[in-house]
């Protein structure tokens, strides 16, 4: 359960929507200030598109922030013939290593060009829109604030699909496959996009979307009760698609994929396969996902799935919804998270 003695602002930042939890001490979680906004990378995508629209070059100006919608926005614009510039820290949204952003066609450079170019901030934290839109409605923004991103780790040479699950593999080695072993506070210096984030955002808690969205999914009384026994646990995101065999506290295996890439069929063999053991992560990256492992089989016909793409992948699975709220699971993860991690 969240029981937390500070008000806590949660934002989940994932490929397709921002969800959002405004916690207060004593008041219901199912009455408390939510939104489900799009995510930062659909935004900056659209100021891009009306920059190719409207034919005007275009310098993004802030941060390294997570891709999707914004870098195919960007090379469609590069596409178009209509230059596009940024500064050494926003390019890194492209890639780890400048010399691919400028293969790409970008021009890399610290102040805009003197022209017309439109300047777009690169960023996670959406600070200022939120903090607007919540004083409309009279809200005050908390002074406590956790975030969750998806973070492959600086990997400027080699995939960093294999970066990230051997940074996961690591963890998960050296907190003895404890579900907790996935946080960290603070997060990892590899971890490049969650430490701009904390950058902006000095003082926060910051995490990975993936383990957030299960470990708030384990707010939900029925996937507790199933964890006891062991369950298969799945988060369907939009882009990412994360699952982990889990008996307690303990995990016995995970594998990472790409949301796009799965169908019903195929995600549940892999879940068979995961819960006996046998599935391994080089099938799971050359069919295009991030990897997995395992530490040990996990006899169980049980499977719990939250995130918006759980209907269509896993239907007939128990459909984990804590406090009645499914888009909220990796906010209510963060709130336990903070908890875990600030008030012990």
């Not at 882009?239 to 796009?260: D, V």
């Not at 719990?304 to 459909?319: D, I, M």
Request: proline letters at 7%.
């Amino acid at each position: 359960m969240i029981d937390l003695t500070t008000p806590l602002l949660a934002i989940d930042v994932g490929r397709g929507t921002q969800d959002i939890l405004v916690y207060e001490p004593g008041r219901p979680v199912e009455n408390s200030i939510k939104l489900v906004l799009p995510s930062p990378t659909v935004v900056t995508a659209a100021k891009i598109r009306e920059a190719t629209r409207t034919k005007l070059p275009v310098f993004l100006d802030g941060c390294l922030m997570g891709g999707g919608a914004n870098t195919g926005a960007i090379r469609k614009h590069l596409a178009a013939g209509l230059p596009v510039y940024a500064t050494p820290e926003a390019a890194l949204t492209l890639h780890d290593d400048p010399e691919r952003v400028r293969g790409l066609g970008v021009e890399i450079r610290t102040a805009p060009p003197e022209d017309d170019a439109v300047r777009i901030r690169t960023t996670d934290y959406m600070e200022p829109e939120l903090r607007g839109a919540l004083s409309l409605f009279g809200v005050g923004y908390p002074e406590n604030v956790a975030i969750a991103v998806q973070d492959h780790g600086y990997s400027p040479h080699r995939s960093n699909r294999i970066h990230r699950f051997e940074l996961m593999r690591e963890r998960l080695n050296a907190g003895d496959w404890d579900l907790l072993s996935l946080a960290s506070d603070p997060p990892l210096a590899d971890m490049t996009r969650m430490q701009a984030v904390l950058r902006q955002a000095p003082g926060a808690f910051v995490s990975d979307t993936g383990p957030a969205a299960l470990i708030g999914a384990l707010c939900d009384p029925q996937v507790r009760r199933m964890a006891k026994t062991g369950v298969t646990l799945v988060n369907a995101g939009n882009g990412h698609t994360l699952c982990f065999t889990l008996k307690g506290r303990e995990i016995h295996g995970l594998f990472e994929h790409h949301t796009g890439a799965l169908e019903p069929a195929k995600l549940q063999d892999y879940i068979r396969r995961l819960a006996d053991g046998t599935l391994t992560s080089e099938e799971v990256f050359d069919d295009g996902g991030h990897g997995a492992a395992v530490s040990k089989p996990l006899a169980t016909d049980a499977v719990a799935v939250t995130g918006p793409n759980r209907l269509r992948l896993l239907p007939e699975a128990y459909q984990a919804a804590p406090f009645g709220d499914m888009m909220l699971s990796g906010c209510f993860g963060l709130a336990y998270l903070w908890k875990v991690f600030r008030e012990r």
